[in-house]
C-alpha cells in the first residue's frame, strides 16, 4: 500500500467520525429545541391552571390584573399550541373577560329584579367558563408529557 492509500483510507476514517458527531450534534440540537418547546408549553399550561384557581377562588369577582396575565399566555399558546388549542383559550379568556365585566356592573344595578338576574347570568357563566378550563387541561396535559412533542 502506498502513502496515497492510507492518506485516502485515513481521509475516509476522518470523514465517516465527521459525519457521526454531525449526527449526534444534530440529534443533541433537536433535544434541546423539544425542551425549550415543552417549558414554553408547561408556562402556559401552569397559567390556565393559576387563572382556573383564581376563577375557582375569587368567584365572579376576578381581578382585572389577573385576567391579563392570562392573556399573555393565551397569545402565546398560539405559537406553542395548535390553533384548536389556542382558540379553547381565548374563548376561555373571552368568556373571563365578560364575566368581569358582569360582575362590574352588580353595583350599579339598582333593581333588585334586574340585579339578581345579572347575578345569575354571570354565575352561570362562571361556572361553564370552570368547566372549560378543566376541559382544555385534560386536552394540553398529553403534550405535555416529554418526547411528545407534536
Known sequence: MSTADLI??????LAGLSALYARQAVN??????????????L?????LLNHRAILTQKG????????WRFYDAVQLSEFYYGTNEY???K??????SEIKNLSDK??????KDKKQALIEETQKL?????????????????????????
Open 8 to 13: 485516502a483510507i485515513g481521509a475516509m476514517l
Open 28 to 41: 443533541a440540537a433537536k433535544r434541546t429545541n423539544e425542551i425549550s418547546i415543552h417549558n414554553e408549553r
Open 43 to 47: 408556562m402556559i399550561y401552569k397559567d
Open 60 to 67: 365572579p369577582r376576578y381581578p382585572e390584573e389577573a385576567l
Open 87 to 89: 382558540e379553547k383559550l
Open 91 to 96: 374563548k376561555i379568556f373571552d368568556d373571563s
Open 106 to 111: 352588580w353595583d350599579l344595578v339598582a333593581e
Open 126 to 150: 362562571h361556572r361553564a367558563t370552570r368547566e372549560h378550563c378543566t376541559e382544555i387541561i385534560e386536552v394540553l396535559k398529553p403534550k405535555l408529557r416529554i418526547g411528545n412533542l407534536d
